[in-house]
């Protein structure tokens, strides 16, 4: 159970932040790396696939489109199923399909057979890893969550720098189909991350567990009855304003987040650029990365930023839009290399971002149906922002418009996010350090977890949970000392009774004699 914190006579507990929490996160890392990185590696087979199947480059680049289509739309899907059967199940399959995918597209005869295996059947599985992953590291930190989610967020940097080096050796050495074979293969450590994430356990105290033993039969029955059926998909997040101008300011970002790493290679090469210098500017902004995402992480986890990370992602947004803006106006190569260098810190302050603010604006119970919700919304912008923005650039031939569009979507986005969080949200009490979740196991694979938290952030508050679990303490205690005393009670009823009497009788009866024979008893005879 390595970790689990209890609150002191409660059932509650709080998440690790450690122990397993751990294991869980190199799963979660692994994960992100696959689930971002692999539509991006895979570009490096095109040219084979061009060559195979007589298409061109747009008919090869859906792939990658239909693998981010799944990865972002069956997040509705995803929140159903993580409710219904539990993270662990839900993502061991997931592995299964992603691995199957490719697998059976090593053996394509046309395009559109690549784009049933490779672009859905992958796509959906690295989706039912890539969101129950999110889901569990969320319930296995709190404290520490920032940090966690920079640290996972890492692994997409990491396994794109790995991924598209190693596709290219497999492309050299086996070809597009060994390499989609092999590829196949390495997916199936999917499945091993699915395997480590454990359900929370509770370990029931044993004071506590004494006091519940006579009550669980009296109220099982009525606890059954008056129990309603978990929801599928909770849809009730919508009427949380935080959480709409949440997905709203999403939305708008992904429009143009991801437009410039697309096209920066491109207009490098548009600039005079060599191909091999052009593809530099890509490791340099992956490079860069790595470092921002855990970095970003820690300062988010600071005591006096974390209550504010809502205008933290919000400056991390604006950041990004302003640098693409500038970025714009790039005019030789060594222009853009800062440009790939301040775009790589804002990108990661995105990423590590992201997930974090959307966990502390629904809370871990809602969490599930909030991210499924919240990607089925972003998967509109994506499939509509780099196409669109290949549009622009078909129609002015200028790299600069596309940047300029790019980064007035994403400022959007920060202002929007920023303002109506500062007039139409009240601040809310901080979540993380002393949120404390109710978990009731209900089999090996799956984990309930019960709307019970306390969110505490003044004093005044603090004290008035110092309260009540002295309160719950001394209740706990009475109950402890009443059922003593009820056991001393029968405890006295078995016993024999001792025979008491009275002196007045014994001094009667050994003053007259005669009715015992004549013979005067000694007080030892009597008594």
Request: charged share 20%; aromatic share 10%.
């Amino acid at each position: 159970m390595g970790g689990v914190a209890l609150d002191v006579g409660d059932s509650r507990v709080k998440a690790p932040d450690g122990g397993w929490g751990w294991a869980v996160l190199a799963g979660c890392f692994v994960i992100t790396g696959f689930s971002y990185a692999f539509p991006k590696a895979i570009s490096v087979f095109f040219k084979e696939l061009i060559r195979e199947f007589g298409v061109g480059y747009s008919d090869t680049a859906w792939i990658s489109s239909i693998l981010l289509a799944m990865l972002y739309g069956t997040g509705p899907l995803c929140s159903v199923l993580v409710n219904r059967f539990g993270c662990r199940p839900v993502m061991m399959v997931g592995g299964l399909f992603a691995s199957l995918g490719m697998i059976l597209a090593s053996f394509a005869t046309s395009i559109i057979h690549i784009y049933l295996t490779a672009g859905v059947i992958t796509g959906l599985g690295l989706a039912l890893n890539f969101q129950p992953s999110l889901i569990m590291l969320n319930r296995y930190f709190s404290e520490k969550r920032p940090l966690a989610n920079g640290l996972s967020a890492a692994g997409s940097p990491v396994a794109l720098c790995c991924l598209s080096p190693l596709g290219q050796v497999l492309q050299y050495q086996y070809g597009w189909r060994g390499g989609f074979l092999i590829l196949g293969g390495i997916l199936l450590n999917c499945c091993v991350c699915g395997a480590l994430m454990k359900p929370l356990v509770a370990p029931k105290n044993l004071k506590a567990k004494s006091l519940e033993e006579d009550n669980d039969k009296e109220e099982e029955g009525k606890e059954e009855k008056k129990k309603p059926k978990a929801k599928l998909l909770d849809f009730s997040v919508f009427k949380d304003g935080g959480f709409v101008i949440y997905t709203v300011a999403a939305s708008i970002m992904v429009l143009g987040l991801f437009v410039p790493p697309v096209f920066v290679v491109s207009y490098a090469k548009e600039l005079g650029n060599e191909d091999t210098k052009s593809a530099l500017l890509l490791t340099i902004l992956g490079f860069i990365d790595i470092f921002a995402r855990p970095t970003c992480g820690i300062i988010a986890g600071l005591k006096w930023v974390r209550p504010r990370c809502v205008y933290l992602f919000s400056f991390a947004m604006l950041f990004n839009g302003v640098t693409d803006l500038i970025g714009s106006q790039a005019k030789d190569y060594a222009s853009l290399v800062v440009f790939c260098v301040f775009f790589g810190v804002s990108y990661g302050m995105v990423g590590a971002l992201q997930f974090e603010v959307l966990m502390a604006i629904v809370g871990t119970e809602k969490f599930s149906s909030a991210i499924g919700l919240v990607l089925l919304m972003e998967a509109i912008a994506v499939l509509v922002g780099p196409p669109g923005a290949g549009r622009l650039l078909d129609a002015t031939k200028k790299y600069m418009y596309v940047f300029l569009l790019a980064g007035s979507e994403v400022v959007l986005s920060a202002v929007v996010l920023a303002t109506c969080n500062f007039f139409f949200i009240k601040r809310k009490p901080q979540e993380p350090s002393h949120k404390l979740e109710c978990i009731t196991v209900t089999d090996d694979t799956k984990t309930e977890v019960c709307s019970r938290s306390l969110e505490v952030n003044d004093e005044e508050e603090k004290g008035e949970r110092e309260e009540q679990e002295k309160e719950t303490k001394r209740e706990v205690s009475k109950e402890l000392k009443e059922e003593e005393e009820k056991d001393k009670e029968k405890v006295d009823e078995v016993r024999p009774k001792s025979v008491t009497v009275d002196s007045q009788e014994v001094e009667k009866f050994l003053k007259e004699p005669q009715l015992n024979g004549g013979m005067t008893p000694s007080p030892e005879t009597c008594l």
